[in-house]
């Protein structure tokens, strides 16, 4: 099981091989480029601001642009918004993104190039109190879709349109929750109704992406979907990939890249869409700089491909519990929070940082705290995957205290943090594992993004008890931080408020950019609470469903106030908002002071 091999590699990023689908001038699939996209912010009937904005969203590189259609007023105006984009020189396809209002949909397919339906509004209604669901009453839902669906498909036909098979984790349908629970199965179930109608029409011109505001929900699903379809014969559909209501900031960029990167990671996804909390155009760039980290990197040689994991060994391992090391002293393994580690050499910085790691590492190999402390119980094996051979093997076996720091070689430590972890799995040890890699660039932004790209892939994946990630050229807490918003982004270790926040787009009733500031100046030393902040209540409460509290836009300069699902104080003024959420936090008992 020697590994030693020599390290030079082609850069061959490998993709699934999606069919090709016409979206205006601008094709989707294998054969073309992942493609980026934003969703404009302003209204839809403005058609001033929303020619703007989507001159600025194109200026930054943007494949397709996005507009809520809410109505049959939006729809109409989108071909207006398209009709002046044209004349002025711009081919741009655009997207019109419906909710509840199938008559929206078909006004938008006369005028412009692709329609985002959503299966679980698109037909499906909810009725306060619930129904009694019965098989008959399923059966005369699922026809409904079957009799509203299929004209539309009919007509997208004739006119050469694209859709999109939309599906959100927070607005699945009532009848697909009862039978399928809140869950992957359910989202992608909820998909393949509306794909065999398309199946029946012999219509292809679809994408299809599966979002949530969950990192683990929204890559599972994406994962299960693309397996189903290829279990169940379909074509090989293009992926749409986003992480909803990932933030702003730091926050948003970290969370949106573990959800996308692991994806793209594994070759999922045709085209993406970063969903900031801020102006849209600023989506782009970070969406570009993710798609070519990814794609750029080098394969492990061509001697270790026998030795690498297939889809499904990792696969099978991704919904099961962490319970794959196990404990090493008290505190590392096992079922204890991940950790974060540091070199030794950067306790002289401590002085000057607020955010500080769990443990520094020696080059002994001992841990010792910030204090200087040695933790003698913590013993750590710095080694790469091509030291793994049996006689290590039988040393780690022999020392089963010792935790693994798995250091990686190349500029692709996924594929080489993956393979250690399986050649260790497959020989039968458990100690727990810290993924290691080093990071040259000195743009904090890019390492944010490159660093969730890779460790949140792994700790999706279920392996990992911790991380110790390295930028020399980048302030020390910057990297602490970072590692820590890894692990609260894939939802592993809470170490500060979650703010779940939307990205706008013309549905949103209140400024939520000033309004995100707001609430993170009052709440954001609540440390892991969950604060979900939405425009609109279109999505809104289904996406924050794993939220403490909730901040939506109920009507013009009103807000709903939201304890958990339950809608607890309705319609206040805008301007008394945060000082009635402040009020229900304390009231419920979650809030402290700050330090």
Sequence with gaps: MSLHQPLAAPCRYSRREAISVPIGGVSLGHAHPIRLQSMASVSTM????????AER???AGADYIRFTAQGKREAINLGEIRSRLRAAGYTTPLIADIHFNPSAADEALERIEKVRINPGNYVDTKVSGGR???RELYEQMHQRVEERFGPFIERAKELGRTIRIGVNHGSLSERMVMQYGDTPEGMVQSCLEYLDVCQAHDFHNIVISMKASNTTVMTTAVRLLAKRLAEGGYPAYPLHLGVTEAGEGEDGRIKSAVGIGSLLADGLGDTIRVSLSEDPELEIPVGRALVDYITSRPLLPEETKPLQPSWQEYDALRLGSRARSHKTGRLVGGDNLPIVLAPYTLLEALGSMETKPDYFLSEEGSLTTASGARMVDLVARVLTYTEIDEKLVEELRAASGQIV????LTANPIAEWRLGATLLSRAGLTNPIVFAHSYETDDVELFRLQASA???TLLLDGWGSGLMLTAPRLRAEEVIKTQLGILQATRLRMS??????CPSCGRTLYNLQET?????ASTSHLKGLKIGIMGCIVNGPGEMADADYGYVG???????LYKGQTCVRKGIDQAEALEQLVDLIKSEGDWQDPE
């Design 57 to 59: 969203i194109i200026a």
């Design 454 to 456: 890779d460790a949140g």
């Design 516 to 520: 995100i500031a707001r609430i993170k």
């Design 496 to 501: 500060k408020t979650e703010f779940i926040s």
């Design 554 to 560: 109920a009507a013009p300069g009103k807000i709903d």
């Design 405 to 408: 720091v798995l250091q990686t």
């Design 46 to 53: 403005d058609t001033e601001a929303s020619v703007s904005q």
């Design 132 to 134: 009694a669901w019965t």
